[in-house]
C-alpha cells in the first residue's frame, strides 16, 4: 500500500496540475500541451515537498483517517508553492492580452538589473537563512518525532504531535482563549489610542509633553508592565483594590479569580502597546487635509460627523497596519506579561498558545509536541494576516 501511494499520489497531483494549467493556456492562446506539461510536472514536484520528507506515513494503511486528510491538504500545500508563480505569469498574460497596463519596473522603483537588488539583499538573505530559515526548517524536523530534552534518542510518529491536538482538551481551551484576549487586546488597544491621540492632538499648553508621556510606555518591556500590573492589581496591598475600597467596593482577588486574571492581562499589555499605537495615529492626524474638516465644519457637520465620516476614513491605512501589529503582538508577545502576572492561571484562565508552548516545550521538555504547537500558532497567525489583507484591506482609503 504505501510504495503504491508513492506512486499514486505525484500521478494523481500531476494531472490535477496538467488540467489546470492546460485549461488556462487554452485562455492565454498558448499550447495546450505545453501547459499541461508545465503543471504535471510542477504538481507532480510539488506533492512530494513534503510527502518525501515524512515518507509518505500519512497515506500508511495502519494510519487514522484525520492522518489521511493531514496528508492530503499537505499535499495540496506542495503543489501550491510550484504552481503559484507559474499560475502568476499566466494571470499576467491574461492581462496583457486584455490591455490592462502595468507600472514599469522604473515606475515601481524595481531595479533594472536583478542581480544587483540579490546582491544587496545578500547580507540581509543570509542572516535570514541562519536565524530563520534553518531553525523553521530543524523545527518542523522536530514536529515529526517524539522526543524529550535530555532523551538518548527520539522516534518518528509522522504528524502524531498535530493531530493530537485536534483532541486535547487543554489545547483546545487555549487556542479559544487565545483569540479572545488577542481580540480584546486589538479592539480596546486600538480604539482606546485613537481616543487618546484625538484628544492629545487638540491645540492646548504644553501638548507635546503629553504627547512624549503617553507614548513611553511602548519604551518598556512586556515582563517590566506585567510587574507594574501586579503591583497595582495585587490583592492584598493593591492600587486597584485601595481605590475600588474608597467607594465601598469589597476587595477583589484579581490575580486569582478566573474570570478577572484575563482583564488584568489584557490591560496590561494593552498598556503596554498604547504608546505605539497613539505614536502613529497622532502622526496620521497631523497629516490629515485640514480643507476637508474645514469644509465639512461650514456645512454645518459636527465634531462627531466630521470624526466618523472624515477623519476615521482617512486614517484607514494607519487602523489596518495597526490591526496587523496589534494582532502579532497579541499572539507573540505577551508571554513576559503572562508570565509575571499569572502564570498562565488562575486554573489555566490565562494560559494562551505561546504559553502553552512553553510549558510543553521547557517545563515538561516535550521538544516535538512544542515544535507542532509553535508551527501551528505560526500558520495561524500567517493566516489570519492573509485574511486581513483579503478583506480588510478593500476598504482601506489611501487617498492620493
Not at 489521511?68 to 496583457?96: S, Y
Not at 487565545?178 to 480604539?191: D, E, H, K, Q, R
Not at 509633553?209 to 507594574?228: D, E, F, H, K, Q
Not at 496620521?284 to 485640514?290: A, D, F, I, T, V
Amino acid at each position: 500500500m504505501g510504495q503504491w501511494m508513492q506512486v499514486l499520489v505525484p500521478l494523481l497531483a500531476g494531472l490535477s496540475g496538467a488540467l489546470w494549467v492546460g485549461s488556462r493556456f487554452r485562455r492565454i492562446e498558448r499550447p495546450v500541451l505545453l501547459g499541461a506539461a508545465l503543471g504535471g510536472l510542477a504538481g507532480g514536484l510539488g506533492s512530494l515537498i513534503f510527502m518525501v520528507p515524512l515518507d509518505f506515513c500519512t497515506f500508511a494503511p495502519e494510519r487514522k483517517v484525520i492522518d489521511l486528510v493531514f496528508g492530503v491538504g499537505l499535499v495540496l500545500a506542495g503543489m501550491a508553492i510550484p504552481l503559484w508563480p507559474l499560475l502568476a505569469w499566466i494571470r499576467k498574460e491574461q492581462e496583457r492580452r486584455l490591455g490592462i497596463q502595468r507600472a514599469t519596473p522604473q515606475e515601481r522603483g524595481i531595479f533594472k538589473q536583478g542581480w544587483l537588488a540579490w546582491l544587496l539583499l545578500l547580507p540581509t538573505f543570509t542572516i535570514l537563512v541562519v536565524f530563520l530559515y534553518y531553525p523553521g526548517l530543524d523545527t518542523l524536523r522536530l514536529s515529526t518525532l517524539l522526543t524529550f530534552v535530555g532523551a538518548p534518542r527520539s522516534r518518528f510518529v509522522c504528524v502524531d504531535n498535530f493531530t493530537a491536538l485536534l483532541t486535547d482538551a487543554t489545547y483546545l481551551r487555549s487556542l479559544g482563549i487565545t483569540f479572545a484576549i488577542s481580540a480584546a487586546i486589538v479592539v480596546l488597544g486600538l480604539s482606546g489610542s485613537l481616543l487618546i491621540a484625538t484628544l492629545a492632538y487638540q491645540p492646548i499648553r504644553g501638548a507635546a509633553i503629553y504627547r512624549v508621556l503617553l507614548i513611553w510606555p511602548y519604551a518598556i518591556s512586556p515582563a517590566v508592565a506585567g510587574i507594574i500590573f501586579f503591583i497595582l492589581f495585587n490583592p492584598l496591598g493593591g492600587v486597584a483594590n485601595y481605590l475600588l475600597g474608597l467607594v465601598g467596593i469589597p476587595r477583589l482577588n484579581w490575580l486569582s479569580d478566573p474570570n478577572l486574571a484575563p482583564w488584568v492581562v489584557i490591560f496590561a499589555s494593552v498598556w503596554k502597546q498604547m504608546g505605539y499605537n497613539i505614536l502613529f495615529y497622532l502622526a496620521g492626524l497631523q497629516n490629515l487635509p485640514k480643507d476637508l474638516l474645514e469644509a465639512a465644519a461650514i456645512d454645518g457637520a459636527g465634531a462627531l460627523r466630521r470624526f466618523f465620516a472624515i477623519t476615521l476614513p482617512l486614517l484607514s491605512p494607519i487602523t489596518f497596519f495597526l490591526v496587523i501589529t496589534n494582532m502579532t503582538y497579541a499572539f507573540f508577545d505577551i508571554f513576559g506579561t503572562i508570565d509575571l502576572l499569572t502564570a498562565g492561571g488562575p486554573s489555566g484562565s490565562t494560559s494562551v498558545l505561546i504559553y502553552e508552548i512553553y510549558k510543553i516545550g521547557v517545563s515538561s521538555g516535550n521538544l516535538g509536541r512544542a515544535a507542532a504547537q509553535s508551527i501551528v500558532l505560526f500558520l495561524i497567525v500567517v493566516g489570519l494576516t492573509i485574511l486581513q489583507f483579503r478583506t480588510t484591506e478593500r476598504n482601506v482609503t489611501y487617498g492620493g
